[in-house]
T-cell receptor, first 110, second 111 residues
Framework: RKEVEQDPGPFNVPEGATVAFNCTYSNSASQSFFWYRQDCRKEPKLLMS???SGNEDGRFTAQLNRASQYISLLIRDSKLSDSATYLC???????????FGTGTRLKVLA | DVKVTQSSRYLVKRTGEKVFLECVQDMDHENMFWYRQDPGLGLRLIYFSYDVKMKEKGDIPEGYSVSREKKERFSLILESASTNQTSMYLC??????????FGDGTRLSIL
């Protein structure tokens, strides 16, 4: 079992839709979680950190569920420009290791 | 803003050559990382460094070595390039428990 797992998609949604991705992690010692966005042939760029209490940044909301060991990303009012691959990342304190999921591909359709 | 700069965006080398990929960050981060990214496999950690002259093997270190002589610079070396090392190489830097910041990536082709 991979340490961090994501549904590869693609998720095809119309503009304006709300879409949610989940990401499960197997290492209960994971402390830090992040969502990255990666456009085709580009580097991953930090979208947002994920806090235990949940956090929001504009149309994006991230949640952490430690009991069930998953994190989620909700995108409201999808834009064409949201089309990308979304990577979730878990980090374990003291190990310097960050484990990346293989990404979920989102296509927002006009 | 954090700036992580990789020396080349695209690189073509021949089998058996020694290849150097350079990465420089300007935020005084202790931790630096080298990954490769291949379709369907995601990012895989090759090596990381948590201080000058310190290095740790990642998940796929075979065929690679690294050098960190200065805090801001982390070099990846392919000792004798092989075709299965054709990939996208990404450098990142961070402080502990903080998100990583990536360079633009180097698309390396080994012929």
């Amino acid at each position: 079992r991979k340490e961090v797992e994501q549904d590869p998609g693609p998720f095809n949604v119309p503009e304006g839709a709300t879409v949610a991705f989940n990401c499960t992690y197997s290492n209960s010692a994971s402390q830090s979680f992040f969502w990255y966005r990666q456009d085709c042939r580009k580097e991953p760029k930090l979208l947002m950190s994920v806090y235990s209490s949940g956090n929001e940044d504009g149309r994006f909301t991230a949640q952490l569920n430690r009991a069930s060991q998953y994190i989620s990303l909700l995108i409201r009012d999808s834009k064409l420009s949201d089309s990308a691959t979304y990577l979730c990342v878990g980090g374990t304190s003291g190990t310097y290791k960050y484990i990346f999921g293989t990404g979920t591909r989102l296509k927002v359709l006009a | 803003d954090v700036k992580v700069t990789q020396s080349s965006r695209y690189l073509v080398k021949r089998t058996g050559e020694k290849v150097f990929l350079e990465c420089v960050q300007d935020m005084d981060h202790e931790n630096m990382f080298w990954y490769r990214q291949d379709p369907g496999l995601g990012l895989r950690l090759i090596y990381f460094s948590y201080d000058v002259k310190m290095k740790e093997k990642g998940d796929i270190p075979e065929g690679y070595s690294v050098s960190r002589e200065k805090k801001e610079r982390f070099s990846l070396i392919l000792e004798s390039a092989s075709t299965n090392q054709t990939s996208m190489y990404l450098c990142a830097s961070t402080l502990e428990n903080q998100p990583q910041h990536f360079g633009d990536g180097t698309r390396l082709s080994i012929l």
